[in-house]
């Protein structure tokens, strides 16, 4: 069965540097790829989605990477504030019949300290 | 916006009560999904739904079953809660299977169910 690793339980870093937060996944080979936040508390919440197809994806601050031979998805965080501290998580998504479902990692929970 | 209500934030049961935890969307989604949230375990998928009456079991689906009358009510039910079920129970939907295979999915804030 698939199997979605990310980086590190908990990531701290100082309000100002770059997040990178990494997802590795092994036995599939997804279609897509997914980013989300979640506060506690809170359902997660989608932020970014990028294509197998597709190299790097951006949205202000953020930025996704994603890389099929490694089987690996950077998402960075470039001028980090107090208020990115949350979970993040990543999540797989295919093809054929089950189409819509998605596989999701544990999450790594960023906090980021003035 | 789309706007994912699960009917109870926080809920307790009595071990072996048959329980039901809601959930409505608003916007036409044709998939939902039910997770549960456990510290250290991530989300796990129970059930998702591809259309009304349709369902298709997850990766826990043992001692859960669903209900999906209407396209936008989405229901979990515990068949005989056993405390092990206390956990964080999440429902999503996403658009549709026919037009992308690719939509996010939108949660609601979830239930906190206690079985005592």
């Known amino acids: 069965s698939q199997k979605i690793e990310q980086n590190s339980e908990a990531l701290n870093i100082q309000e100002g540097k770059t997040a990178t937060l990494t997802c590795n996944y092994t036995?599939?080979?997804?279609?897509?790829l997914q980013w989300y936040r979640q506060d506690p508390g809170r359902g997660p919440v989608f932020l970014l989605l990028?294509?197998?197809?597709?190299k790097e994806k951006r949205k202000e601050r953020l930025k996704v990477t994603f890389d099929t031979t490694l089987k690996q998805s950077l998402f960075h965080i470039t001028a980090s504030q107090p208020a990115d501290s949350a979970t993040y998580l990543c999540?797989?998504?295919?093809?054929?019949?089950?189409?819509?479902?998605?596989?999701f990692g544990r999450g790594t929970q960023l906090t980021v300290w003035p | 916006d789309v706007k994912v209500t699960q009917s109870s934030r926080y809920l307790v049961k009595r071990t072996g009560e048959k329980v039901f935890l809601e959930c409505v969307q608003d916007?036409?989604?044709?998939?939902m999904f039910w997770y549960r949230q456990d510290p250290g375990l991530g989300l796990r998928l129970i059930y998702f739904?591809?259309?009304?009456?349709?369902?298709e079991k997850g990766d826990i689906p043992e001692g859960y079953s669903v209900s999906r009358e209407k396209k936008e009510r989405f229901s979990l039910i515990l068949e005989s809660a056993s405390t092990n079920q206390t956990s964080m129970y999440l429902c999503?939907?996403?658009?549709?299977?026919?037009?992308?295979?690719?939509?996010?999915?939108?949660f609601g804030d979830g239930t906190r169910l206690s079985i005592l």
């Open positions: 916007m036409d989604h044709e998939n």
């Open positions: 739904s591809y259309d009304v009456k349709m369902k």
């Open positions: 999540a797989l998504g295919g093809r054929g019949s089950t189409l819509g479902r998605l596989y």
């Open positions: 036995n599939y080979s997804p279609a897509y």
């Open positions: 990028i294509r197998e197809n597709e």
């Open positions: 999503a939907s996403s658009l549709g299977r026919v037009l992308s295979s690719n939509q996010p999915q939108h």
